[in-house]
């Protein structure tokens, strides 16, 4: 029997996947690929789950493609890089974006490639201190992909957007917090209580408020003024009417620490 490519969990309203293949540094094959899939279907269709965590098993996040499934021998018949992207890379970013609720992503170890731009993809960023982000797409005749020409520049600004995607260097966790590209770089030995402590406080949070403050910064990458004045207003109509909105107002005029319940 062949061990899982991901490791999936769910407790306490906190779901967790983990990349699963640490001797080929967690890179996707399709199988891979096909487990993440099954694996946040079943996130966005449970309800109780207030926060998703994603991190990699051994020492690395996710080395990007598996590149021994792309045994590409000059003069061999060619790949469609376009149809593996189509089917796994484009719905992967797309699902851990529009999931409603906020995904963690603790970076283990090195992110290379597709790995790097996933990790990307996720709402918080925490890095140990010995991680590495890598746009190795340049170094294999590619462009960066999984969103990394969308996250980049927006991230960190095109100068070092294209730094980075043309010369494919080892960017350091810190320098990655320094530069804004990640919420932060923590020491490797705190890597996992910080994050606990992370996934614990968002399993409390008001997670219907906090899937609609996602939701409108990203809808702010392509909006003008007026258009995300209206998705504010039309979203805090929505929290207006929750639980939670009621919870937090009773709370603080009580002067009690709010129980949320995420409805
Ligand atoms: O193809 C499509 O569908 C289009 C989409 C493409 C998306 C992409 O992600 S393209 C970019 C693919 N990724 C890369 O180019 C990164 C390749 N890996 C590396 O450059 C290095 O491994 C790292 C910089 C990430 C880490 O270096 P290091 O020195 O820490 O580790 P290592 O020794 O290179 O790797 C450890 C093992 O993992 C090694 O196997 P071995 O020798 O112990 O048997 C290595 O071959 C394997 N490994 C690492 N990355 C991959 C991989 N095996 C397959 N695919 C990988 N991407």
Not at 157 to 175: C, E, I, V
Not at 189 to 210: F, I, N, Y
Request: with cysteine.
């Amino acid at each position: 029997m062949t061990a899982p490519t991901i490791l999936f969990a769910r407790a306490d309203g906190i779901a967790r996947i983990t990349l699963n293949r640490p001797d080929r540094l967690n890179s996707f094959n399709t199988a891979m690929h096909a487990e993440l899939r099954e694996a946040l279907m079943l996130v966005q269709a449970d309800a109780s789950l207030r926060v998703l965590l994603v991190t990699g098993a051994g020492r690395g996040f996710c080395a990007g493609q598996d590149l021994a499934d792309r045994a590409v021998a000059p003069g061999g018949a060619p790949v469609d890089l376009g149809a593996s992207i189509e089917s796994n890379y484009r719905p992967l970013v797309l699902a851990l974006q529009a999931l409603p609720l906020p995904v963690v992503c603790a970076v283990n170890g090195v992110a290379a490639g597709a790995g790097a731009n996933i990790a990307l993809a996720c709402d918080i960023v925490i890095a140990a201190r010995s991680a590495s982000f890598i746009q190795a797409f340049c170094k294999i005749g590619l462009l960066p992909d999984s969103g990394g020409t969308y996250f980049l520049p927006r991230l960190i600004g095109s100068a070092r957007a294209m730094g980075l995607a043309m010369l494919g260097d080892k960017l350091p966790a810190a320098t990655a917090a320094e530069w804004g590209l990640i919420w932060q770089c923590v020491d490797d030995d705190a890597l996992k209580s910080t994050v606990d402590a992370l996934l614990a406080q968002l399993a409390l949070a008001p997670t219907r408020g906090l899937a609609a403050t996602k939701r409108a910064l990203q809808a702010s990458a392509t909006a003008n003024l007026p258009a995300q004045l209206d998705l504010e207003r039309d979203l805090q109509r929505e929290l207006g009417l929750s639980a939670d909105y009621r919870e937090g107002v009773a709370a603080f005029a009580a002067k009690r620490p709010p129980v949320f319940t995420g409805r």
